[in-house]
């Protein structure tokens, strides 16, 4: 079957609409922002040497600021903010999505080329014209408006095209903080390996760069030239673009109930999953997915998401910030009592287990005699590991560690599917995998014993936001999963979505589950 024959184009066709959407707003948001704080910060120290070289400097910082990095730092910051306000003067708001991180640390990624072509444009006006605009009797501020903007704005706009385009590229990178953009086609394709939504993702995100750039070129060449006419078709088009993103929000319901998922593809079945289910009870439902672990249960915490699936070791270590080990049933009970001090409710467990496990091939473990952790320490200085972008900073690394001081030749990080095939093909001798994961039996990989128990139970569990705990209709939608889903089901779900065609996707994947676990 020919690539673009793919059904999956049209699956991503599908999500246009509010990806498109979504992405346009912030971006232009973002742009506006950078806009009216760049252009005057320009203007006013163009003509002061000291604070203008302060200004570019820390926009030249901020730019040499990855720009992933740039959107999650905003977000614990405005976390931090909201809590004052709130404390202080009785404010809230919310650091989550939209307006907060995804568009303020774009706004500022947006004013280095502003600043810089604005100072240029308004230092290179040959100062005889200015004084020229003196002699005439024009004012300080008439010559800016009159002389040197209009001579300076062929740069100024050159500044601003650049500053659109990095932007609205920079602004797929903010789905992990909760902002939907057409990012949410790249990480959903890159976690569930659906090369057409990476495409689609890519492609739509250029084409949107160059559109935004002509417009505004048209704008520029109307100012130039003093002509009415591109300039308010570029206005007319700008106006257009948002006026369309518009569109497909106006007849969304706001009492949709939202569903959450982390980056990886099993969250994303998951969400389609509970997403089905809400539908299927009559309850309007959509799916927030590419969430990180940090922001995606502070989401909750805060109602702006409304329930998602989260694994009982990573709240324990990460959320309770708890070094200890405990039983299952006791460590559940615990982390229920603890989720309900802040009023979230812990619905209860799938019926699977997704913990982190050393992973190395089946062939190569039997070779080298390594069935158990404390095997693999002994043969640890000659291998090396790969885990995902957090495991080697989360607790359970540490307690492996510390538990059976474990020391390797070498340490990567990977996007998780990737690791499975690294370490099937040796490119890396050890992975942190997943348990519940399909791939370890399609790569003949096999899962190390953890005879000390140096890693917390992993339980499926199902979290409710404070504002859904006495919401019976949608407890009711769910319960019937609970308990139903064992970890041989949920490997082969999990397989089923790493299989890169059209039956892969988490829609499909997630009604193949439902068949299956429906009928228990």
């Given at each position: 079957?020919?690539?673009?024959?793919?059904?999956?184009?049209?699956?991503?066709?599908?999500?246009?609409?509010?990806?498109?959407?979504?992405?346009?707003?912030?971006?232009?948001?973002?742009?506006?922002?950078?806009?009216?704080?760049?252009?005057?910060?320009?203007?006013?120290?163009?003509?002061?040497?000291?604070?203008?070289?302060?200004?570019?400097?820390?926009?030249?910082?901020?730019?040499?600021?990855?720009?992933?990095?740039?959107?999650?730092?905003?977000?614990?910051?405005?976390?931090?903010?909201?809590?004052?306000?709130?404390?202080?003067?009785?404010?809230?708001?919310?650091?989550?999505?939209?307006?907060p991180?995804?568009?303020?640390?774009?706004?500022?990624?947006?004013?280095?080329?502003?600043?810089?072509?604005?100072?240029?444009?308004?230092?290179?006006?040959?100062?005889?014209?200015?004084?020229?605009?003196?002699?005439?009797?024009?004012?300080?501020r008439?010559?800016?408006?009159?002389?040197?903007?209009?001579?300076?704005?062929?740069?100024?706009?050159?500044?601003?095209?650049?500053?659109?385009?990095?932007?609205?590229?920079?602004?797929?990178?903010?789905?992990?903080?909760?902002?939907?953009?057409?990012?949410?086609y790249?990480?959903?394709?890159?976690q569930?390996?659906?090369?057409?939504f990476?495409?689609?993702?890519?492609?739509?995100?250029?084409?949107?760069?160059?559109?935004?750039?002509?417009?505004?070129?048209?704008?520029?060449?109307?100012?130039?030239?003093?002509?009415?006419?591109?300039?308010?078709?570029?206005?007319?088009g700008?106006?257009?673009?948002?006026?369309?993103?518009?569109?497909?929000?106006?007849?969304?319901?706001?009492?949709?109930?939202?569903?959450?998922?982390?980056?990886?593809?099993?969250?994303?079945?998951?969400?389609?999953?509970?997403?089905?289910?809400?539908?299927?009870a009559?309850?309007?439902?959509?799916?927030?997915?590419?969430?990180?672990?940090?922001v995606?249960?502070?989401?909750?915490?805060?109602?702006?998401?409304?329930?998602?699936?989260?694994?009982?070791?990573?709240?324990?270590?990460?959320?309770?910030?708890?070094?200890?080990?405990?039983?299952?049933?006791?460590?559940?009970?615990?982390?229920?009592?603890?989720?309900?001090?802040?009023?979230?409710?812990?619905?209860?467990?799938?019926?699977?287990?997704?913990?982190?496990?050393?992973?190395?091939?089946?062939?190569?473990?039997?070779?080298?005699?390594?069935?158990?952790?404390?095997?693999?320490?002994?043969?640890?200085?000659?291998?090396?590991?790969?885990?995902?972008?957090?495991?080697?900073?989360?607790?359970?690394?540490?307690?492996?560690?510390?538990?059976?001081?474990?020391?390797?030749?070498?340490?990567r990080?990977?996007?998780?599917?990737?690791?499975?095939?690294?370490?099937?093909?040796?490119?890396?001798?050890?992975?942190?995998?997943?348990?519940?994961?399909?791939?370890?039996?399609?790569?003949?990989?096999?899962?190390?014993?953890?005879?000390?128990?140096?890693?917390?139970?992993?339980?499926?569990?199902l979290?409710?936001?404070?504002?859904?705990?006495?919401?019976?209709?949608?407890?009711?939608?769910?319960?019937?999963?609970?308990?139903?889903?064992?970890?041989?089901?949920?490997?082969?779900?999990?397989?089923?979505?790493?299989?890169?065609?059209?039956?892969?996707?988490?829609?499909?994947?997630?009604?193949?589950?439902?068949?299956?676990?429906?009928?228990?």
């Amino acid at each position: 079957m020919s690539l673009f024959a793919d059904p999956r184009w049209g699956e991503a066709l599908s999500h246009l609409p509010d990806y498109l959407g979504n992405h346009v707003r912030v971006s232009l948001a973002a742009l506006a922002l950078g806009l009216a704080v760049s252009l005057p910060l320009a203007i006013l120290t163009r003509n002061r040497p000291a604070p203008r070289a302060v200004l570019l400097a820390l926009a030249s910082i901020v730019q040499t600021v990855p720009g992933l990095a740039l959107l999650a730092l905003f977000y614990p910051l405005l976390l931090l903010a909201a809590s004052v306000t709130l404390a202080w003067f009785g404010i809230s708001f919310s650091a989550f999505g939209f307006l907060p991180p995804a568009m303020l640390a774009l706004a500022l990624y947006s004013m280095l080329p502003v600043l810089r072509n604005g100072i240029t444009g308004l230092n290179g006006i040959d100062p005889a014209l200015i004084e020229a605009a003196k002699g005439v009797g024009m004012t300080a501020r008439q010559s800016l408006i009159m002389v040197e903007l209009p001579l300076a704005l062929p740069v100024m706009m050159a500044g601003i095209r650049t500053a659109a385009v990095w932007v609205i590229g920079t602004a797929t990178l903010s789905t992990p903080i909760g902002q939907t953009s057409l990012g949410n086609y790249i990480f959903a394709g890159l976690q569930t390996q659906n090369w057409v939504f990476v495409l689609f993702g890519c492609f739509a995100s250029a084409l949107l760069a160059l559109a935004v750039d002509q417009l505004l070129g048209l704008i520029e060449s109307g100012l130039r030239h003093r002509s009415r006419l591109p300039a308010a078709l570029g206005v007319i088009g700008i106006a257009a673009l948002v006026l369309a993103t518009l569109v497909p929000t106006m007849g969304r319901s706001s009492q949709s109930y939202v569903v959450g998922a982390k980056t990886f593809a099993e969250q994303y079945v998951l969400s389609a999953l509970l997403r089905d289910r809400l539908q299927a009870a009559g309850l309007p439902a959509t799916a927030r997915s590419g969430l990180g672990s940090s922001v995606i249960f502070e989401a909750l915490k805060a109602g702006d998401i409304d329930l998602y699936v989260d694994y009982s070791g990573t709240l324990w270590a990460n959320q309770l910030h708890r070094a200890d080990i405990k039983p299952r049933a006791e460590l559940l009970a615990e982390l229920k009592t603890t989720l309900a001090k802040d009023n979230i409710t812990l619905l209860g467990e799938l019926g699977f287990e997704n913990a982190y496990a050393l992973v190395m091939p089946k062939k190569r473990a039997e070779a080298l005699g390594i069935r158990t952790i404390p095997d693999l320490a002994a043969h640890a200085p000659t291998l090396s590991i790969a885990g995902d972008y957090e495991f080697f900073s989360r607790p359970e690394w540490a307690a492996l560690q510390k538990s059976y001081g474990l020391s390797f030749r070498a340490q990567r990080q990977m996007q998780p599917d990737f690791m499975y095939a690294a370490v099937a093909s040796g490119e890396v001798d050890v992975i942190a995998g997943y348990t519940s994961d399909g791939l370890i039996a399609k790569y003949d990989l096999v899962v190390l014993d953890d005879p000390r128990h140096a890693i917390p139970p992993y339980d499926a569990i199902l979290l409710l936001a404070p504002k859904r705990a006495g919401d019976g209709t949608l407890q009711s939608a769910l319960k019937p999963l609970l308990g139903k889903i064992d970890i041989a089901t949920m490997r082969e779900a999990n397989l089923r979505a790493s299989g890169n065609d059209a039956n892969s996707s988490p829609d499909v994947v997630a009604k193949w589950l439902w068949a299956k676990v429906g009928r228990r």
